[in-house]
């Protein structure tokens, strides 16, 4: 009995496979709207995967992870497809920890950018009530607050939260313990996002940090140079042509996010 169940179930998950398969196939050859697979209620795929609800999420994170690497889906797929994944699986905290760190970058305008903020605040607040015990969720969480919101208060309580977490890596308990004692806002960010790319398992995210990082390092680097033309000409500079002509700059840097 108990190995005619286990086949049912291995035979259910590989149909659900197969109808995650097709509709990924369907999606790219058609011109139609993107429909989520989120669309699917979590109490219908549990009817579905016969106990398997853990190795359904696993299937199902892989196909929204990929979508938003690829800028296909908007917040609204990525949010719902972490309630669709965290239903199924509540104590799987990558997810939490994904959403919250990857939502406030979607979106083109500042109310976008507002509104996946405040998603990121609620998928980590979830994960920190309803996952397993990882670091990365309150840290995420904390840079959430910081990087959108501004709000030092919430911030500087994740960090600690982080901190004190069990296997939380020494560079973030550095972060944790010298934030808010930063010179600025910017040499924060900085330390945060080079933290996270020091961390990261996930080859995205850590390409992402890694960009951010560069991009700090851009602008302290036209700083630099336009102070150095300020003190040189006692003039402030108006163009990347101004610092070119006096030879401070010899090439114009290229911006790491392609502005």
Known sequence: MQKNTF???????????????????????????????SAVPAPVLKTLDLG???????????????????????????AAGIQLVNALDPKWSYPYAFGTIMLPNLGT????????????????????KNAESDWRIPYYLATAYHMT??????????????????????????VAANY????????E?????????ENSK???LRVRAETYVEYINYLETLDGAKLEYKNKTGQDAKSFDDLLRVGILKEIPKNPLGN
């Open 149 to 174: 919101f501004k709000d030092r208060t919430n911030a500087a309580k994740y960090f600690n939260l982080a901190a004190s977490t069990p296997g939380a890596p020494e560079n973030i308990v550095k």
């Open 180 to 187: 808010g004692t930063g010179k600025n806002d910017r040499t």
């Open 109 to 128: 305008t500042p109310e976008e950018k507002e509104r996946n903020g405040k998603y990121a605040i609620e998928v980590g607040e979830q994960g920190i």
């Open 52 to 78: 398997l609800h853990s190795a359904l999420a696993s299937l199902l994170w892989v196909r929204i992870t990929q979508d938003v690497y690829t800028w296909i889906t908007g917040y609204e797929n990525l």
């Open 7 to 37: 086949t049912l179930g291995i035979i259910s998950f590989l149909i659900l496979g197969t109808l995650v398969s097709q509709y990924e196939y369907a999606r790219v050859e058609t011109e139609r709207p993107d429909v989520p697979l």
């Open 189 to 197: 960010m900085k330390q945060i996002w080079q933290a996270i790319a």
């Open 202 to 204: 996930d080859e995205g």
